[in-house]
């Protein structure tokens, strides 16, 4: 078998979680590859909300095999509570989780580092997720991390203070004032959490799971747009968002990759700092955000929004390559007469249709095809043959401009509110 990735062709938050969820009876084992707690996937079903930052998306099957892989790195404090939270609503993951022993540990000091990073760097600041992503991934490749499988180690505490000590000394340069004693009690209680998990060598338990035939879903977090090397740097996150971490952060061969699920917004978002050349700051970019609830499921920023942007989604499309689309909140989109898709960028007096190399210090003007909108609600659409000839020819328009078909089209926020344009193999 080859394992199949679902991952985020903008900013993020374009609701992989949702559809990981809908997707996981397909599948035997959900693998997350990257990223932490800066990650929030938000699942609705039953009536009932459910956030998750560092646990795959299947959780909530019962008969799914769901993996930390190695490329994660897990906060034991916000991992407690994730644990804490599904506990309360009945499910145990001591039953369908796993922890890749080569996942590495964010610390307290990790988290009091990115404040203090974020706070020295003023007007150019990142916009953080301040969740000790950036600090702990610099100490994976300082090759000073502290790894899961350390805790098995009954140097542990030593290896421990080490490190904390190399922050101590590197907050003191930042002169940032924090009290570390408030923060290692809840860090120690929930290190107990993360140790009744099973660890595993996840590289093996993949690919045994591979080669006997079980279906493996990888589930992206973040998006490509925020990739460390493709996404709009410095302004990006610290991980490999695209398809290749899925073989960095899981262990996975490149030719054991199956279909790629390319997940999208019916327009676009972005949260935290950086370029967004279709950014609305009118009353449509407003009308988006209240309409769409866009703010952040992990901090609660309010999101930025934009129109849909058709060369930074066909640049994503080609660095993933993606073999089949999923449209999400095509519903916000209803009663706008005019819909804008940019689809050149007009860039140092020139139209081109590429992402260019510098999109942080120069001006992209954002050239738009206007398209006829639709009035319906979708939000109780249940049969895609319900679906309005406004949006039937948005989705079109997007499978003509990138080459693919759009499989599923998401109408709302509940597992229910999902559309499979065609029949998924
Ligand atoms: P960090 O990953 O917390 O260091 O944040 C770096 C940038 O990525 C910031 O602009 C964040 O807002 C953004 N970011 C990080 N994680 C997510 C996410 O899950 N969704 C959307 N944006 C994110």
């Known amino acids: 078998m080859k394992a199949d990735v679902l991952l985020g062709l903008q900013w993020g938050d374009e609701g992989k979680g949702k559809v990981v969820d809908v997707l996981t009876p397909r599948y035997d084992l959900i693998a997350r590859f990257q990223g932490g707690p800066n990650a929030g996937h938000t699942l609705e079903f039953e009536g009932t909300k459910h956030v998750l930052h560092t646990i795959p998306s299947g959780i909530f099957h019962a008969d799914t095999l769901n993996v930390i892989g190695n490329g994660v790195v897990i906060d034991p404090v916000v991992f407690k509570k994730e644990v804490d939270s599904l506990l309360s609503r009945g499910v145990d993951v001591r039953k369908n989780l796993k922890i890749s022993r080569k996942a590495h540990l964010i610390l307290p000091t990790h988290r009091l580092l ?44 030593e290896l421990y203070t080490a490190l904390v000590d190399k922050h101590k000394a590197m907050l003191a340069h930042h002169q940032y004032a924090y009290d570390l004693s408030a ?133 994503a499309i080609m660095l993933n390559g993606v073999t089949e689309l999923i449209m999400m909140k095509s519903d916000v989109l209803s009663g706008l007469d005019t819909l804008k898709v940019c689809t050149a960028y007009r860039y140092r007096g020139e139209e081109i249709t590429h992402v260019p190399y510098d999109v942080v210090n120069e001006h992209i003007e954002p050239v738009y095809t206007e398209l006829g909108g639709w009035s319906e609600d979708l939000t109780g659409v249940t049969d895609v043959a319900a679906l309005p000839d406004g949006l039937n020819r948005y989705i079109d328009f997007i499978e003509r401009e990138t080459g693919l078909p759009v499989t599923i089209v998401s109408v709302g926020p509940d597992r229910m509110q999902t559309l499979l344009r065609t029949v998924l193999a």
Not at 139 to 155: H, Q, V
Not at 267 to 276: A, E
């Open 114 to 157: 990115d404040a203090a990073s974020e706070a020295a760097k003023g007007q150019s600041k990142i916009g953080s997720t301040l969740k000790g992503i950036g600090p702990a991934y610099m100490d994976k490749t300082g090759r000073n991390g502290i790894r899961i499988g350390d805790l098995e180690n009954p140097r542990f505490i």
């Open 183 to 315: 923060l290692e009690p809840d860090f120690f209680t929930a290190l107990e959490v993360i140790r009744s998990i099973p660890f595993i060598d996840s590289e093996y338990v993949l690919n045994d799971a591979l080669n006997s035939g079980k279906a493996i879903l990888a589930e992206g977090a973040q998006g490509s747009l925020l990739d460390i090397d493709f996404g709009s740097y410095p302004f990006v996150t610290s991980s490999h968002t695209v398809t290749a971490g899925t073989c960095i952060g899981l262990g996975i061969a490149p030719t054991s990759i199956g279909k790629v699920y390319g997940i999208f917004k019916a327009y676009c978002t972005r949260v935290g700092s950086g370029p967004f050349p279709t950014e609305l700051n009118d009353e449509t970019g407003e009308l988006l955000r209240t309409r769409g609830h866009e703010f952040g499921s992990t901090t609660g920023r309010a999101r930025r929004c934009g129109w849909l942007d058709m060369p930074a989604l066909k640049y």
